[in-house]
């Protein structure tokens, strides 16, 4: 049993297909040396090797500049997955990171998940702080979403307000959004036009415009051929007594329900931004029709302090 350095994008085909085997979809891209969040910082990872073959690796991504990094990934196949090689592959990769002059490192995992036990224990005895709930993901299936409750829910629009597909604003509305964004006022896990606008979902994905101002928006992406993620919903605070943030979903979800290949839709609920009687909401209106839902908790470790 060996560790061994990657490095990206992996040439080897066969090499690459092992690894592939190992991650998730969502992270292939990782094996060309592309971060899997679009933010052109450099991928890193460690492979754990027996008789050639792979059976483990890590997965990490650096912001060089700002001197964090986020380790995407730690698995081992079903027939190594032990807490001894685990922790192998996460002191080498704490090592690399230290190498790079890393001072915050995060790690966050699927609670559901069969590796999951074993890595909170790992992390735990490496002394990394957590685990800490961060995102809920809600998996529903469109044929058994029963969307009578929410059609019920009649919001109208007052004068100057104007709803809209994303696609439809304008060239100055998009400046503006990203001079807003550049001025910090629109956070990044909300920006439209950030991290993954490549998969965003046209069709019905809605902005609610309020005398020419882009002031809310409800954006999808499709992560899969038939999976849609209701990844954005986004009120500005003088309007959100309005309750148009419940219209923006509402709309939302019934194009999504007239929509012939899109079968699934998840609901990401991240727990750090999430007001009380918004989740409050959800859990009540939404969970009982999810078919899946999916926890996913994070771990962090300050390096100044190791």
Known sequence: ??????????????????????????????????????????????GLVEQEQPVGIILATAHLQIHT?????????????????????????????????????????????????????????QKWQGPRPLIIECLFKRSDFNLQWWQSKNVTLAEGFEELLFKKITHKERQDLMHRQEQMSIPDYIFPL?????????????????????????????????VIRYSALYLEDDFSHTGYWLKLLIDALNIHSTMANAHYGLLEINLDQISKSWRKFIERRLFPQTSQISHHHSFWKDFNNH
């Open 1 to 46: 049993m060996k560790v061994a350095p990657l490095t990206f994008p992996l040439q080897e085909a066969s090499l690459r297909e092992s690894y592939a085997q190992l991650l998730p979809s969502s992270l292939h891209s990782c094996l060309n040396g592309l971060d899997p969040f679009e933010i052109q910082s450099p991928v890193y990872g460690i």
């Open 69 to 125: 990094a986020h380790i995407h990934s730690l698995n081992l196949d079903k027939h190594h997955a032990n807490p001894r090689l685990a922790r192998l592959l996460l002191e080498e990769m704490s090592r690399l990171l230290a190498s790079l002059s890393t001072t915050l490192a995060t790690f966050s995992y699927i609670q559901e998940s069969p590796m999951a036990s074993l890595l909170e224990k790992v992390f735990l005895e």
């Open 194 to 226: 950030g991290r993954e606008k490549n998969l965003i979902e046209y069709e019905n994905s809605l902005a609610l415009r309020y005398k020419q101002r882009i002031v809310g928006w409800m954006i999808t992406h499709r992560t899969a051929p038939e």
